[in-house]
């Protein structure tokens, strides 16, 4: 079964900066898509980014766009999402996550394969 450990969560003030990893274990496979939703208190589960080993496509949740950028180490089975001009809103619960198969044109489908634990966010006003 493949697991997904995150680290890098922590407090960060706002405007700064903090970078996500996910490290992947277990079995591998040719076609997935790996990528971070975030959930805060009293709130929904939000997709926040994912890319495509099918063709490379990523996505971004529109509150993130211009900020946060996504990228894997294939080599070290890792993702990351770099966090950049962070507010106060982005603090949640950040989960790794990821889907077996094929996926073109990505938008992180909420039914995901595999979940990772979660690392907290706060962001300090």
């Known amino acids: 079964e493949v697991q997904l450990e995150e680290s890098g969560g922590g407090l960060v003030q706002a405007g700064g900066s903090l970078r996500l990893s996910c490290a992947a274990s277990?079995?591998?496979?040719?076609?997935?898509?790996i990528g971070w939703f975030r959930q805060a208190p009293g709130k929904e589960r939000e997709g926040v980014s994912c890319?495509?080993?099918?063709?490379?496509?990523?996505y971004f949740a529109d509150s993130v766009k211009g900020r946060f950028t996504i990228s894997t180490d294939k080599a070290k089975s890792t993702v990351y999402l770099e966090m950049n001009s962070l507010k106060p809103e982005d603090t949640a619960v950040y989960y790794c996550?990821?889907?077996?198969?094929?996926?073109?044109?990505?938008?992180?489908?909420?039914?995901?394969?595999?979940w990772g634990q979660g690392t907290q966010v706060t962001v300090s006003s």
């Open positions: 996550v990821a889907w077996i198969g094929s996926y073109y044109r990505i938008v992180c489908p909420v039914e995901a394969d595999y």
């Open positions: 277990g079995p591998t496979f040719d076609d997935y898509a």
């Open positions: 890319i495509s080993s099918s063709d490379g496509s990523t």
